[in-house]
């Protein structure tokens, strides 16, 4: 089993892509004090991460200053991959709770991590999440699977006429 984490006074949440668009690996990082926690994403889920957050904060008092520190920390190695995530509300604490879900094999047990973060932490997140999806390549305006330098074999065409770039 890998390591679990509660980090409940982070100082900084982000997400980042390491490498070439089309070949990136997405990274969700959180820091909290001296603790440094590297998740692997998949770009799919930082652009549902990004898109609940921002409608979750549509229902919560509008946030403060948003931080603008949001580049990933070396070392960027993840120590596991996020199989869900999850996100509630605390409106005594006025903290969103993030909650992360190791990816295992059914007979494994998944670690967890928990960040319990500020309204302008995940407002943050949220816009610069949908910032870093959307700087990738562009979407087939037919299926909406990423177009690529190589080519691009579009179900939607049965493969007869790729789209271009």
Known sequence: MSRSYELLDVDKLTVGAVGEPGRRLFLLQARAGAELVTLK????????????????????????????????????????????????????????????????????????????????????????GTRL??????PCPLCGYPLDQRGHDCPRTNGHRPPAL
């Open 133 to 138: 999806v959307e700087s990738g390549r562009p």
């Open 41 to 128: 994403l998949e770009k799919v889920q930082v652009a549902a991460l990004a898109a609940h957050l921002g409608a979750m904060l549509r229902e919560l008092p509008r946030p403060g200053h948003l931080p603008d520190d949001l580049e990933l920390e070396e070392p960027a190695e993840p120590e596991w991959v996020v199989a869900s995530l999850g996100a509630s509300y605390d409106e005594l604490l006025d903290r969103l709770l993030l909650v992360a879900d190791e990816a295992v094999d059914e007979d494994e047990e998944a670690a967890e991590a928990r960040f319990s973060l500020t309204r302008e932490q995940v407002a943050a997140l949220a816009v610069h």
